[in-house]
């Protein structure tokens, strides 16, 4: 059986749970399309945006409840649930493997999964029957640091477990639909994404740990840094030199790219 990749997925808006689109409709196909190329992964690792604690925390919890972690939203939302098994086991080995690698990570055996983690596997694994398991980020300490976290859950993946980080290519709020059709990308969000998928292929790896001082809009893009953090993990889970392809490309609002990549 192949070695399970790791992943970057920009998981979009909350409104995506009402309202279909692009990066559903990938989400959507993208389970099966895995499961046919790599097999049905035994567990689910997935780092998001939206849980943020100042040093290295896994999800250990048995049983998952759904976090509505969004506000002011249309009450429907709000009765979306995704209750996968938890996954305490890999959560040990995943704290053993940072520990190995000199991060010494929490454990929270009650926590469940915000929806940077539910809602786009709502979409990949509707029948929520793979266990899954979260850990957090850490923005202040930036790319570096998330690219070390993954490195050191890579051997993960030879165990048959999916690494997924999830957060956005861009992320800015304040800038969505300004001047614009609903989904017509802004000029300074395709350019950052276009000089990241360039610095990805071309491995500038130095480039884009600091990123802020190399592409182009670079702040503009990620006014704050937790939704650009994952896309890290996910590449230092993939491994040196991983293969990677970009494997989904949208907007939302102009200002918000939908990215996703896969690694190794």
């Known amino acids: ?26 989400l959507g196909s993208l389970g099966d399309s895995l499961n046919a190329a790599f097999g049905r992964p035994d567990a689910i690792l997935i780092a998001s945006a939206h849980w943020m604690t100042p040093r290295p925390v896994v999800g250990a919890a048995a049983a998952l409840e759904t976090i509505h972690d969004f506000y002011g939203f249309p009450d429907a939302m709000y009765e979306f649930t995704y209750c996968p098994p938890g996954a305490p086991d890999l ?17 929270d055996a009650t926590r469940g999964l915000d929806h940077g983690a539910w809602m786009p596997l ?41 690494v997924i980080g999830s957060g956005n290519l861009t992320h800015n709020l304040g800038e969505m639909g300004r001047g614009r059709g609903d989904d017509a990308p802004a000029p300074w969000a395709v350019e950052f994404a276009e000089w990241v998928k360039a610095a990805l292929d071309e491995g500038r790896l130095a480039e884009l740990v600091n990123y802020l001082h190399h592409a182009p809009g670079g702040r503009r893009a990620h006014p704050t840094d937790e939704h650009f953090l994952p896309l890290f993990l996910a590449m230092g889970a993939g491994g040196a030199g991983a293969a990677v392809e970009r494997i989904h490309n949208s907007y939302t609002g102009g200002a918000v790219c939908n990215d996703c990549y896969r690694f190794g």
């Not at 959560?91 to 454990?107: N, V």
């Not at 509707?126 to 050191?152: C, E, K």
């Open 1 to 26: 059986m192949p070695m399970q990749p790791s992943l970057f997925i920009s998981h979009g808006s909350p409104m995506m749970l009402v309202q279909d689109g692009e990066l559903r409709q990938f």
């Open 91 to 107: 959560a040990e080995r995943a704290g053993a493997a940072l520990a190995g690698a000199g991060i010494e990570p929490e454990r």
């Open 122 to 162: 709502r979409y990949m694994y509707p029948d929520a029957d793979i266990p899954v398991a979260q850990v957090s980020v850490q923005p202040h300490l930036g790319p570096a640091h998330h690219l070390a976290l993954g490195a050191a859950l890579e051997a993960l993946r030879a165990a048959n477990i999916l």
